[in-house]
Nanobody
């Protein structure tokens, strides 16, 4: 499956952004979808994941209550709504796809099969 992330940009602290990831090439609903981020000099960090039907979600501790992941299987897209952004949210954000429905290892980037190219989010103080 091919993934294309978009929606990044520059925003002031306290602002909001909505990232989108468009998928093509395979049956989108076969995949659990996730978002990760990587700041300069840091390891890639789990942000959020959503199951195939959109009925179950997981979030990293640093974004709980501020970020919301959603998906539209009819449009083959997954989104990440981000509010109350902080400078420490600055990173390249990647969408990823994982076959199957198990939540085991969801927060580990090594368990994902496909990755998008990333979109830059910069939050100024």
């Amino acid at each position: 499956v091919q993934l294309q992330a978009s929606g990044g940009g520059l925003v002031q602290a306290g602002g909001s952004l909505r990232l989108s990831c468009a998928a093509s090439g395979r049956t989108f609903s076969d995949y659990l979808m996730g978002w990760f981020r990587q700041a300069p000099g840091k390891e890639r960090e789990f942000v959020a994941a959503i199951n195939w039907s959109g009925t179950s979600r997981r979030y990293g501790d640093s974004v709980k209550g501020r970020f919301t992941i959603s998906r539209d299987n009819a449009k083959n897209t997954v989104s990440l709504q981000m509010i109350s952004l902080k400078p420490e949210d600055t990173a390249i954000y990647y969408c990823a796809a994982r076959r199957g429905s198990s939540w085991y290892g969801t927060q580990s980037q090594g368990t994902y099969d496909y990755w998008g190219q990333g979109t830059q989010v910069t939050v100024s103080s």
